[in-house]
């Protein structure tokens, strides 16, 4: 399909106006882990620790891979060294103080050492609220200014589903699929999954 | 002939580049092939086999990335990890914008033909009519009937999938097997004929649904629809894959890449261009060449480019300007309006496969007995599809019923976004910058062009028509938009160089030969008139393998 068109769709699904970056935001394609083992170079440990560990509670594993599995960790530490900006590190690094302290106070413990379901509510939380005020502000994508925990998860939905065991075990992803059919049963649309790579969206 | 002589030059190997070498070198005319950036041969796609995992970043560009290339950003997609690499350095490739413009462009053997959109239209009578009809501008020395051969010979060639819908603002071609529309498209079909009575059909796309006799080379599509990185089966038409082997297999072409032409070298001998002035790209090397003819396929800005920097007593406002037109009437389609609607029903569908297509529903305003309050129309292209993750990042689910919300195909949506003629304003215009260089120590082009009021009313028609068809259709939280945009981000620019009947009004003849210098011809987008609303590519092809066939007639006759 036209490339445009399909601009405004994926800007839509996004919940916001068009704008380019609102597409880069979720351009689909291809993550990358990072290489096991590799340094972070803009997270701390202790910071990385906490981001881990709400990427794995976003997408845990199951019978299937999650976040930490393919990567999402350092997959966010290196977007926040390549891809942001200055801007948006910062935002993003005082958030995560931010969210930590939330912790301190509620619980009078950091983050990483609560019990699973409070950090599981402590995620919630955040979550719930940053999207009652993105949908509040209904800014465009380039001035969204996305909070820590919405930051999180988008990198980390990228992150996963761009990557092998998100596209393949989760989703369903065929390289070359030599044939087009428009319209068949879902269960007959391989597997019945969702396609880890629309129509449309790649170019 | 010397060793820097040929019997033509053709100036660019992108979409109509690449025509003008096929017809040219398949007429017996040993001909030199000039493009300004590195060589492509058919398969030379680097990313055109990677995995989503296999790209870095999500795909997302760089800070690093972006600051070479933030015009093309505003595309929001060409830089993509998977495409960055087609689309030029804007550090090394500088030029002005007294106007916000957008210019998108890709230097390498085969051009934006690697990149372009597919989608094949021909224009209509209407459409060649229109600025005589009202009375703008100047008018299209041509009509329907000069190209309808042309047409039908460069469909024949390239391969165009499409259905015969019978509609005179959109006459039918020589098509390949039409792709298919699926259930949420046929539905919204039956609404916009039944209430509207408008057209709703398949796109008209530049892919191979079933094999070409004649380019054994190219394989049918296999509904990857990773297109914009180079199609490593041929399946959609590019110079790479298409016209470049054509011209190759004839022996009669050299092709030179990294070739900067800057310059046409007018000798004053019986007002004719006897060759262009080369800049190697790599080594800053200067080269002459001569030839019989010379064919200007450099892209509508690139074309543009050599004509006013080839200044002579002759020429002293630029190659072939006695009209003072050439660098006016830029045009280009502005889109990035439309509408969005979410499609309760069909949960048990789903596809199979990804369709580089959409549909596409014709030109209607101004059509027959409709009459707006401005001139013109425009056409759509949508698709209907099935949410995925990205419409996630707003809902509340997390961790395992993510990871299952993910996994179940979301609801449907549609969206259709419009594609605007813009009318061939004077005022919009590209200019030389003498004052500033690029890498090269070559001036750099300033524009100024901007939307006018005929542009922006039809706007709110192409917003307010969209949303009324979706809620029409019983469709849900139908939402329309408009963006504000350059002229430029249609990548649909045309002008600058019109053809016309008067030579004091325009550039171009109705060959698309220089008015003032029969052997010059120029047949990419820098030669139109009007811009129509449909994409214009198929029709610079048309008019290159036309115009092609002149210059050899021309050159037998000896009238060159």
């Known amino acids: 399909m036209d490339r445009r068109e399909a601009l405004k769709r994926v800007a839509w699904l996004m919940g916001g106006t068009v704008c380019a970056s609102a597409v880069l935001a979720i351009e689909k394609g291809y993550s990358v882990t990072t290489s096991a083992g590799s340094k972070p170079s803009i997270l701390s440990a202790a910071q990385m620790a906490i981001v881990s560990t709400m990427a794995e509670i976003m997408i845990p594993r199951t019978d299937t891979p999650g976040a930490i599995d393919v990567g999402v960790p350092g997959f966010i530490d290196l977007m926040l060294k390549d891809v942001y900006t200055q801007k948006d590190r910062d935002r993003y690094l005082s958030g995560l103080a931010e969210f930590d302290a939330a912790a301190q106070s509620e619980h009078g413990k950091k983050f990483v050492a609560l019990e699973p379901t409070q950090q599981a509510a402590l995620v919630r939380k955040f979550h719930d609220a940053a999207i009652v005020e993105e949908h509040r502000l209904n800014r465009p994508h380039a001035r969204l200014q996305r909070s820590f925990v919405l930051m999180t998860k988008e990198l980390t939905l990228l992150g996963f589903f761009t990557s092998q065991a998100g596209a393949t075990q989760v989703l369903q992803y065929v390289a070359v699929p030599g044939s087009y059919h428009a319209c068949v049963p879902v269960r007959q649309a391989g597997n019945g999954r969702t396609w880890a790579v629309q129509p449309g969206i790649q170019f | 002939m010397g060793s820097n002589s040929y019997d033509a030059i053709v100036v660019g190997t992108g979409i109509s580049g690449g025509w003008a070498a096929k017809e040219l070198t398949e007429h017996g005319l040993k001909t030199l092939v000039l493009d300004r950036g590195r060589m492509v041969k058919h398969g030379d796609y680097p990313t055109a086999l990677l995995n989503p995992w296999e790209l870095p970043y999500g795909g997302r560009p760089t800070l690093e990335d972006l600051r070479h290339q933030p015009v093309a950003a505003r595309t929001g997609y060409v830089t993509s990890q998977a495409s960055k690499h087609w689309f030029v350095d804007e550090l090394d490739n500088p030029y002005v914008e007294k106007q916000r413009f957008d210019w998108i462009r890709g230097y390498h053997v085969g051009g934006r033909s690697i990149t372009w959109g597919r989608q094949s239209y021909r224009w209509s009578q209407m459409d060649f009519e229109g600025n005589a ?219 199979s496969g990804r369709r580089p297509n959409g549909f596409y529903i014709p030109r209607y305003r101004n059509v027959g007995k409709d009459k707006r309050d401005y001139l013109r129309g425009f056409g759509y292209q949508g698709s209907a599809g099935r949410a995925d993750w990205p419409s996630l990042m707003h809902d509340a689910a997390l961790g395992v019923e993510l990871k299952q919300k993910a996994a179940k195909p979301g609801p449907w949506h549609i969206s259709l976004g419009g594609f605007g003629e813009i009318l061939p304003y004077h005022e919009n215009r590209v200019t030389l910058d003498r004052t500033r260089k690029d890498k090269f120590g070559l001036p750099v082009l300033a524009f100024d062009a901007g939307l006018k009021q005929n542009e922006r009313l039809m706007r709110k028609d192409m917003a307010n028509d969209a949303a009324e068809m979706l809620t029409a259709a019983g469709f849900r939280d139908v939402r329309s938009f408009d963006s504000v945009i350059g002229v430029g981000l249609g990548i649909h620019e045309m002008g600058a160089a019109r053809m016309g009947r008067d030579p004091k009004t325009s550039v171009l003849n109705a060959w698309n030969q220089v008015h003032a210098c029969k052997n010059v011809y120029v047949t990419d987008g820098a030669c139109m008139t009007s811009s129509a609303c449909q994409n214009p590519s198929l029709t610079y092809m048309a008019l290159t393998a036309r115009a092609a066939n002149h210059a050899v007639e021309e050159l037998k006759q000896m009238n060159l």
């Open chain 2, 133 to 351: 009809r009202d009375g703008i501008a100047v008018d299209w020395p041509i009509r329907y009937n000069d190209l309808a051969p042309w047409y039908d010979h460069v469909e024949s060639f390239i391969g165009v999938s499409g259905s015969a819908e019978n509609l005179s603002q959109l006459p039918d071609g020589k098509f390949l097997p039409p792709m298919e529309l699926n259930c949420v498209e046929k539905e919204f079909k039956r609404t916009v004929a039944g209430k509207f009575e408008r057209a709703l059909i398949i796109g008209r796309a530049a892919h191979l649904t079933a094999p070409l006799a004649h380019s054994p080379q190219r394989g049918t599509c296999q509904f990857r629809n990773l297109c914009i990185r180079g199609c490593p089966f041929g399946a959609y038409f590019s110079s790479n894959s298409s016209t470049l082997p054509a011209a190759e297999k004839t022996g009669n072409m050299t092709l030179r890449p990294n070739a900067i032409v800057y310059e046409l070298i007018y000798d004053g001998k019986g007002n004719r261009a006897s060759g262009v002035r080369v800049l190697d790209a790599e080594t800053g090397e200067q080269t002459e060449y001569f030839a019989r003819v010379i064919f200007l396929c450099a892209s509508t800005f690139g074309s543009a480019f050599i004509l006013l920097n080839s200044i002579s007593n002759r020429f002293p406002a630029g190659f072939g300007n006695d009209s003072g037109e050439l660098g006016c009437n830029l045009m280009d389609h502005h889109l990035e309006v439309g509408a969005s609607a979410i499609v309760d029903g069909f949960e048990d569908h789903y596809y």
